[in-house]
């Protein structure tokens, strides 16, 4: 599932693209996706422009000037993909208005959604698995008020939604106060932070030397305020999902980014997806034990019993 990193790498393609557009066409090529496609999408979005796309968690948040706000989920394998026109031309053959029979043979049998904006490019939404969402709203209160209980955003980046509330050591010591839960799960628990995924979680966990079966509640001292383990471990997490998005996100299978480019930072784990080879320890020193894997919540999690404790 594409995590906090995939997604604002998708985000930032779409504003770029996006911002100051006029939607022309909207073409739905099936009835749902997870859930079924907004009732009159294209009558709704047809003429309306992009005032900026921004994200919450791991939505994407699309705001009109018209105050209507077009949400998008990408589940397991969805993805957005544009299409540029080039200079002086339209990409006619991605319009359900080409009168062509073969218009809709650039299209293949997973392209679910296809936006055409004034500027001419394309916007296609891609989901084999069909496990993501689209949704449109009237209004960013509606979409505020369903949103209430996704905790804080862990990076203060300029495309988070506006009124979102910010990740700190201290918001972290007081969501684990009392918490005997493991480590991983806490912090993939997304009331808890938004947007960490399993991927990110191990990797964080790994540079702050933290075992994911650890008990949540060691790292909070008396008032509920952090240990400096727990200031590592945030830390540890920020750096993360910042050097992941620099690196165009993960690509395991399905992910690629506006462009079809691959996310690169899968060169740069340390033990996610590891098991049995050396881990590199801490520090860069190496410290002789190889990567474990276990299952917790049904997920696998990759560690160093050596380096973490």
């Known amino acids: 599932m594409p995590e906090l990193p995939e997604v604002e790498t998708v985000r930032r393609g779409l504003a770029e693209a996006w911002t100051g557009r006029r939607v022309v066409t909207v073409d739905q090529r099936r009835p749902d996706l ?8 294209e009558s709704r979005l047809v003429g309306s422009t992009v005032r900026a796309v921004q994200r919450r968690a791991k939505h994407l948040v ?6 209507q706000v077009l949400l998008s989920h990408l589940g397991m394998s969805g993805r957005w993909t544009l299409h540029r026109a080039t200079e002086g031309q339209t990409l006619g053959v991605y319009h359900r208005s080409v009168k062509a029979p073969e218009a809709h043979d650039a299209l293949g049998r997973h392209d679910h959604l296809v936006l055409g904006f004034d500027d001419g490019h394309v916007a296609v939404y891609t989901d084999p698995r069909r496990f993501g969402w689209i949704e449109l709203h009237a209004t960013m209160d ?8 996704i905790g804080p955003e862990p990076l203060a980046l300029e495309g988070v939604m506006d009124g979102a509330p910010l ?14 839960t493991p480590l991983k799960s806490a912090l993939l628990d997304q009331r808890i932070v938004a947007g960490l995924g399993n991927i990110y979680v191990c990797e964080a966990l790994h540079r702050a030397g933290l075992s994911p079966r650890r008990r949540s509640d060691t790292l909070v001292r008396g008032a509920d305020q952090p240990t400096e383990r727990l200031e590592a471990l945030w830390e540890a997490c920020c750096e993360v999902l910042t050097e992941a998005i620099q690196a165009g996100g993960s690509t395991l299978s399905d992910f690629r980014g506006v462009e079809g480019d691959l996310g690169y930072f899968p ?15 801490q520090g860069g020193r190496f410290c002789g034990q190889t990567i474990q894997r276990i299952v917790q919540s049904g997920r696998s999690t990759f560690f160093c019993s050596a380096c973490q404790r």
């Open 34 to 41: 997870r859930f079924p496609f907004p009732e009159g999408l």
């Open 62 to 67: 699309v705001q009109m000037e018209d105050g």
């Open 142 to 149: 509606e979409v505020l008020a369903g949103m209430e209980h």
């Open 167 to 180: 990740w700190s050591p201290q918001v972290l010591a007081k969501a684990l106060a009392g918490r005997r």
């Open 267 to 281: 060169h740069q784990f340390r033990v996610y997806d590891r098991e049995g080879q050396p881990c590199a320890g």
